[in-house]
Each structure stands twice: as structure tokens, then as C-alpha cells.
């Protein structure tokens, strides 16, 4: 729903940061699902988060993904934290990275939100696991 005539090179940057970590499929769900009352917001996240914070080049998109995880775990963002660890696929980030980011979570932000995390982290994993397996089969 954002007027793509009117699009900054920031935004445009985002938009290709945000379908390298998150897919075209996510993407182009948000993108389906935009509406006028949260296509600032759209817009906002596309520009500042990918196309400055996620599209910078001190940090590699596999230690941006463990720094995101850590602190959306220790925010207790629970759809955030599942779908930046589906994102892993993308940005490199291992199981073990994963694994030592919420070990830092649970000695930084306390346990609870560390198992929550892991639990969540569990469960994703298994999916793409288990959709990783199907598609083999299928091929």
C-alpha cells in the first residue's frame, strides 16, 4: 500500500535488507496486509530498522541477527523472537549462536525470558527442520 513513486533510496535499501533476512514471502505478506493506518509505521521500520540499522556495514547480518534475538528475547517479544530465528536461515546465524545469545539473555535479563526464548527457539527450529525434511522428500 505505500506509494511506491514516492520512495526514498533508504527505503529502498531497507525493502532489499528486509527480503534478504526475512524472505519475499514475509515480506510480501506485510506488504499485502498494509493498511493507511499502518503504512507509516511500514515505512518507519523499512527505513530506520533495515534500511539504516540492518543495511549498515559494521556488523554482519549473522551478528545482527544474534544482537536482535538476544534482545527481543530479553524483551519478551515472543512473535518477534520466532520469526527473527526463522530469519536465521538467511542471516547465517547458528544454532549455537542462538544458543549462546540466550545464555547471555538468562545471566543479563533473567531466566524466565532465557527459557521462554529457548522454548520458542525449540519449537521454530523443529518447523524448519520438519519443512526442511518435507522439501527433500519432495525433490
Known amino acids: ?11 529502498r535499501q531497507g525493502m532489499i535488507t528486509r527480503r534478504s533476512v526475512l524472505g519475499d514471502a514475509h515480506v510480501d ?8 493506518f499502518d503504512q507509516p509505521f511500514q515505512r518507519l521500520i523499512t ?3 533495515w534500511g539504516t540499522v540492518w543495511s549498515g556495514s559494521h556488523f554482519s547480518k549473522r551478528e545482527r541477527s544474534i544482537v536482535t534475538i538476544a534482545l527481543l528475547a ?6 518477534e523472537v520466532a520469526m527473527h530465528i526463522r530469519a536465521t536461515a538467511n542471516t547465517g546465524a547458528t544454532k549455537e549462536d542462538i544458543r549462546e545469545a540466550l ?3 538468562a545471566i543479563y535479563a533473567g531466566v524466565p525470558a532465557a527459557n521462554h526464548a ?12 520438519a519443512s526442511a525434511g518435507a522439501e527433500e522428500v519432495t525433490k
Request: no cysteine; glycine share 2%.
Open 1 to 11: 500500500m505505500t506509494d511506491r513513486t514516492d520512495v526514498s533510496d533508504r527505503y
Open 103 to 105: 545464555l547471555h539473555v
Open 29 to 36: 505478506r506485510a506488504n499485502a496486509n498494509e493498511t493507511p
Open 118 to 129: 529457548i522454548k520458542i527457539a525449540k519449537s521454530v527450529y523443529a518447523e524448519m527442520e
Open 47 to 49: 527505513e530506520a530498522a
Open 74 to 79: 530479553a524483551l519478551g517479544q515472543d512473535d
